[in-house]
């Protein structure tokens, strides 16, 4: 051993208590030649410090991502800084079996790396130490975290009963249909929809029943509108549908559609089937609307008027009659 080479015996005592740790410590040459495997990495890969030793990280673990690691090292050894690699960038180096006990599910150890380059005594940086520490317990917990989020985030625009966007969610979406026309100019339909007499289904098969008609009502509103519509429940028994890119023209297609559809649809309950029908209010979008809750309220007086005639009809006004 020559002076400049580093005492891999010193460094290996001098780094004991590393190895008592819970952290996974490899030291690697210029080579990539393992000199130091320590406990936590022999009981995570089943490979022995021994069987490594002096032997080519890459040869030994060819499923390492060789190219972008060599790239990491490289740097290291080039510029004498410290690197970190987060489990965020990458989930692992080391593609080990988690064995946590509170986070058994886990696909694997999830990792942080930080590589450190080690000086001899005469300065130069010759080897390179990688610490791996087991960070499975955190990524799992903000997986979590993120998946319980996005499910907040979906009821927090649903409604429970039917699943359609509740009426908070659907108002932003109205909204943003409204900004999108100032610029675009390209039409919108809305059209605001009431069960008829729905009081009388309540009071006559009870509110189960009526639940189970607004909720089949709800699905016959999705079947009816594309995609990109935006259908919401805007209270007990009204509901809101914003036909994106329409005509009010081309939106009585959908009307009658949705009347065959209602026509049609005979809940059963006991010995009896509860039919009922619709009113609607229709008004296409225009320049004349100062804020969108003009739109709401012309497309409310529709539906108004709707009522006041009979009921089971739609009504069709505009602002730029
Ligand atoms: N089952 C059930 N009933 C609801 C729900 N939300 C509101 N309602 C009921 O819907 C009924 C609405 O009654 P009204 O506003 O008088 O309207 P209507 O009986 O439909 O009469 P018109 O709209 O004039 O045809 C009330 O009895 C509410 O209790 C709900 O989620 N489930």
Known sequence: MTATEPNIEELHLQLGLLQMLDVGLVVLDKDYNIYLWNTFMENHSGRLHSRLYKKNLFECFSELPATWFRRKIESVFTLKNRSFITWEQRPYLFHFKSYRPITGNAPHMYQNVTLIPLSSPDGKVNHVGILIYDVTDAAMGRRALEKANGQLEKLSRTDALTGLFNRGFWESQMLHEFNRFARTQSPSTLIMVDIDHFKRINDTYGHPA?????????????????????????????????????????????????????????????????????????????????TYEQWIQLADQALYQSKQNGRNRVTVLSMDE
Do not use: W
């Open 210 to 290: 009526g639940d189970e008609v607004i909720r089949q009502l709800s699905a016959c509103l999705q079947e009816a509108t594309r995609n990109t519509d935006i259908v919401g429940r805007y209270g007990g028994e009204e509901f809101a549908l914003l036909l994106v890119d329409t005509k009010a023209s081309q939106a009585n297609i959908l009307v009658n559609r949705l009347r065959d559809a209602v026509d049609s649809l005979a809940i059963p309950h006991l010995d009896e089937s509860i039919t009922f029908t619709l009113s609607m209010g229709m008004v296409e979008i225009s320049n004349l609307f100062q």
